[in-house]
């Protein structure tokens, strides 16, 4: 596996509420660099246009981590949750880790 190639960013201002963004240049599997800068745990989703994220189902991403994944070649989208309003996560699509 080579290092981290990104590509566009999407960004996700998370809350309360499940919200979801299309992955931008979302193709077959692939690998995505996920950036929780905000101040709580997040739960993430991967998934098509209705995705939605749940607690007690979804990927949690600590407070300040950040994270390399591969998503399934379906998914044109992620959601996020979080207990509140604890700032911005970041899904940068590339290949590699």
């Known amino acids: 596996m080579r290092s981290f190639t990104p590509g566009a960013t999407s960004n996700i201002v998370v809350g309360a509420a499940s919200a979801r963004v299309k ?36 990927v949690p991403i600590t407070a300040g981590a ?13 959601a996020a949750i979080a207990a509140g309003a604890t700032g911005t996560v970041y899904f940068t699509v590339g290949a590699g880790l």
């Open 23 to 58: 992955l931008v240049e979302a193709s077959s599997p692939q690998q995505v660099r996920i950036c929780n800068d905000g101040t709580a745990t997040v739960w993430l989703a991967f998934g098509d246009s209705t995705v939605t994220a749940a607690a007690a189902s979804g």
């Open 66 to 78: 950040i994270e390399v994944v591969t998503i399934p070649g379906t998914a044109t989208h992620v």
